[in-house]
């Protein structure tokens, strides 16, 4: 059965830390990875990886996959408190339509 | 720049009670789904339209029912609520559905109770 587990379920910090937050899979015919920020409403869009190696920057905000060890990194820098987000993993197979989805890493930034 | 449009917001229903829940999306996009979210889980996809005229059921579609009614619009049906279907309900869209690797824009949901 496919799956996506992200890690850790919650985190706190405080502000100007920087985090990682991690998103492994077991996905059969694995096309892609996307990382989305949720706040208190819709999951917005972050990153879509597709190749090994390759780190994708936005800010202070990045994110890298590795296909031999089935797993994805979520980088924050110099977290400031409108990081406070659930950070939601899916991943998209060959396969069929569908992204699986984890159950997200809720980051709580203290000021 | 409206995106994707859910409606209503917030619902409070009795069991056993139906109501549809509406999506709207003017990013022309081909593709449309609708999620359930609850606590500690993922989002999981109810049913979705890959384009204008076909659906398919997704993970959880027992007790729902969906219109693609064009290309913009993708309704969502309960005909008969339960309690296990208070959840908050997500409609996203995307270009294509094709291999799933398009990134999905989503709606800021609808916050269903059912008592």
């Known amino acids: 059965e496919d799956k996506v587990v992200q890690s850790p379920l919650s985190l706190v910090v405080h502000e100007g830390d920087t985090v990682t937050l991690n998103c492994s899979y077991e996905?059969?015919?694995?096309?892609?990875l996307l990382w989305y920020k949720q706040e208190k409403k819709a999951p917005t869009f972050l990153f879509m990886l597709?190749?090994s190696g390759i780190e994708k920057k936005s800010g202070r905000l990045s994110s890298i996959l590795d296909k031999k060890e089935l797993f994805s990194i979520l980088n924050i820098t110099a977290t400031q408190t409108g990081d406070s987000a659930v950070y939601l993993c899916?991943?998209?197979?060959?396969?069929?339509?569908?992204?699986?989805w984890g159950a997200g890493t809720k980051l709580i930034i203290k000021p | 720049n409206a995106g994707v449009t859910q409606t209503p917001k917030f619902q409070v229903l009795k069991t056993g009670q139906s109501m549809t829940l509406q999506c709207a999306q003017d990013?022309?996009?081909?593709?449309m789904y609708w999620y359930r979210q609850d606590p500690g889980m993922g989002l999981r996809l109810i049913y979705y339209?890959?384009?204008?005229?076909?659906?398919d059921k997704g993970e959880v579609p027992n007790g729902y029912n969906v219109s693609r009614l064009n290309k913009r619009e993708f309704s969502l049906r309960l005909e008969s609520a339960a309690p296990s279907q208070t959840s908050v309900y997500f409609c996203?869209?995307?270009?294509?559905?094709?291999?799933?690797?398009?990134?999905?824009?989503f709606g800021d949901g609808t916050r269903l109770s059912i008592l």
């Open positions: 996203a869209s995307s270009e294509f559905a094709s291999y799933s690797n398009q990134p999905q824009h």
């Open positions: 990013m022309n996009h081909n593709s």
């Open positions: 339209s890959a384009s204008e005229g076909t659906t």
């Open positions: 996905v059969t015919n694995f096309r892609s």
């Open positions: 597709t190749s």
């Open positions: 899916a991943v998209g197979a060959d396969s069929n339509y569908q992204l699986i």
